[in-house]
């Protein structure tokens, strides 16, 4: 019997010693990730409106300002859809901290040097089309609006897929510039598009097939593609 004492002295010194690092290693990981939600919400309330609590137009302005990007620079989309802000031009602390806490940044210089990191997360292909959809949903700024203009749908194909699409989005656009059928684009439309550019031979269009479930807008565009290069 002693010597089964003898032996479970040291264990359950052992179990004690191992019981108090962890509640240490948890109360300083606790402390840490206090102070860094801190810093986080510090640099919102740096960029926020005092009347309205949230970062405006003019806030996000000067946010732009200190990345030193252009506010029409693709990446503060990027940033738009890591926090899953809600209202184009607005972002709520809730949402901030989401994408802050995210992306590990609580300060603007640590903000700034994720944005490449960020904008190759977006870009893989099983986030782009998430970053796509989002980007439509971004722009409709009305209760239960569901289309977007032309105008504003060509400034955003250019912004979003202009880079990795150029021949199809500059011929697109100029399509829709051109054609009087639509005055707006509504998601089937939008989201067929991008399976477009990723399905469809260009700019011969082999495999494209009219009876298959594309939208009609696409039907036409292809046309007038043909009806261009004859």
């Known amino acids: 019997m002693r010597r089964a004492a003898s032996k479970k002295g040291p264990t359950n010194s052992t179990t004690s010693s191992n019981s108090s690092a962890m509640d240490l290693f948890r109360s300083a990981s606790g402390k840490a990730a206090s102070k860094e939600l801190e810093r986080i919400d510090q640099l919102y309330y740096s960029y926020a409106n005092e009347s309205s609590g949230m970062i405006d137009p ?16 693709v990446r503060i989309l990027m940033l738009a859809w890591k926090m899953q802000a809600e209202k184009q031009g607005y972002f709520t602390l809730d949402e901030w901290r989401k ?3 995210a992306l590990r940044s609580d300060t603007i210089v640590k903000l700034k040097k994720a944005l490449p990191d960020l904008d190759n997360e977006v870009r893989r292909p099983s986030n782009y089309v998430e970053f796509y959809s989002y980007a439509f949903r971004y722009c409709l700024t009305e209760e239960k609006q569901k289309s977007i203009d032309i105008e504003s749908i060509c400034e955003l194909l250019e912004l979003v897929l202009g880079s990795q699409f150029r021949m199809q ?6 399509y ?5 059928d639509y005055k707006v684009i ?3 439309q ?6 477009f550019c990723h399905e469809i031979s260009f700019p011969d269009f082999n495999n494209y097939d009219e009876e298959l479930a594309w939208p ?12 261009k290069q004859s």
Do not use: P
């Not at 003019?58 to 620079?73: F, K, M, N, P, Q």
């Open 58 to 73: 003019e806030g996000i302005e000067y946010l732009c300002s200190d990345l030193e990007v252009e506010h029409t620079d």
């Open 99 to 101: 994408g802050l806490k």
């Open 169 to 174: 989005v500059d011929l697109f656009i100029q």
């Open 176 to 180: 829709l510039k051109t054609q009087i």
């Open 186 to 188: 509504n998601m089937d």
């Open 190 to 195: 939008w989201m067929g598009f991008y399976r």
């Open 216 to 227: 009609l807008i696409l039907d036409n565009f292809v046309e007038w593609v043909r009806s």
